[in-house]
């Protein structure tokens, strides 16, 4: 679910055909590779496509190092404080 403090995850189990931009930066991936890169603004929502895996990270918490479309991604995924989760990756 949408958060401007943490970073949040869209999958195939989310039926809405939209999420929230809202200022956040939505990266979206499919299999390891970083396929799009969206800078959204306040009140903005983004279609969903129904594959892969769609990333929404606040802008604070973006690193343009780290996401690079067209580029690979390895993504580890942990439980964090209040169930969110915690983005670790490093580019392949």
């Not at 799009?36 to 895996?53: R, W």
Request: charged residues 20%; contains cysteine.
């Amino acid at each position: 679910i949408h958060s401007s403090t943490d970073p949040c995850y869209y999958d195939l189990s989310y039926t809405q055909k939209t999420i929230k931009g809202d200022g956040n930066i939505i990266v979206r991936i499919a299999g390891n590779e970083i396929k799009q890169i969206l800078k959204t603004k306040k009140g903005e929502m983004v279609t969903l496509y129904p594959v892969g895996l769609t990333l929404s990270i606040p802008l604070s918490h973006f690193s343009s190092a780290l996401f690079q479309q067209g580029k690979p991604i390895h993504i580890q995924m942990c439980k964090g404080k209040n169930s969110s989760i915690d983005l670790k990756g490093t580019v392949v």
